[in-house]
């Protein structure tokens, strides 16, 4: 075991998760996993593991476990769906989170999330891409308009993909 994989060992750290922990479907193993997850790619002390980190999480295609510390992340988001594209792991299965996160209201998720997007590889649902597109499209029309930009880079990015 190398040094790094010592922080999701649960019998040499153990870390719990303040708040809602009632998710029946994740155990405390991985409630485990996930808060050091995003402590090792958030918090400033551990800069120093935040590449190691994320080379193991290609390696293990650990995409999943990302998923879901985003889902559970209250603060430091953008940082954790800055580590989707980071890792180089292939997303293009959850396009649909992908763009709930690129209309979020928060101006850096929604960048960090546009990147991940341009950086899928696919395969695609046509069907899927397509509604997309006219989510984004839809969106785009009720923001301001530097964030219209975005969007709209963002729909000519998805219309790639059909």
Same mark, same amino acid.
């Given at each position: ?68 510390? $985003?889902? +559970?992340? #209250?603060?430091? *988001?953008?940082? &954790? ?11 293009? /299965? ?38 997309? $597109?006219? +989510?984004? #499209?839809?969106? *785009?029309?009720? &923001? ?11 729909? /000519? ?6």
């Amino acid at each position: 075991m190398n040094d790094f994989q010592k922080y999701f060992d649960n019998k040499e750290y153990v870390t719990k998760i303040v708040g809602n922990t009632d998710d029946a479907s994740i155990s405390d193993l991985d409630n485990d996993k996930i808060s050091s997850l995003i402590s090792l790619l958030t918090k400033p002390e551990n800069r120093d593991f935040k590449e190691e980190t994320l080379i193991i999480l290609k390696k293990e295609k650990a995409g999943e476990l990302l998923i879901t510390a $985003i889902k +559970k992340a #209250k603060k430091d *988001k953008a940082i &954790l769906v800055a580590a989707c594209w980071e890792s180089e792991i292939n997303f293009s /299965n959850h396009l649909p989170f992908f763009i709930t996160l690129a209309l979020d209201k928060d101006y850096l998720v929604s960048l960090e999330a546009i990147t991940v997007i341009s950086t899928m590889e696919g395969p695609f649902n046509t069907d899927e891409v397509k509604q997309v $597109i006219l +989510k984004v #499209k839809d969106e *785009k029309k009720k &923001l301001e308009s530097e964030r219209q930009v975005l969007l709209n880079d963002l729909a /000519n990015t998805l219309e790639g993909f059909v």
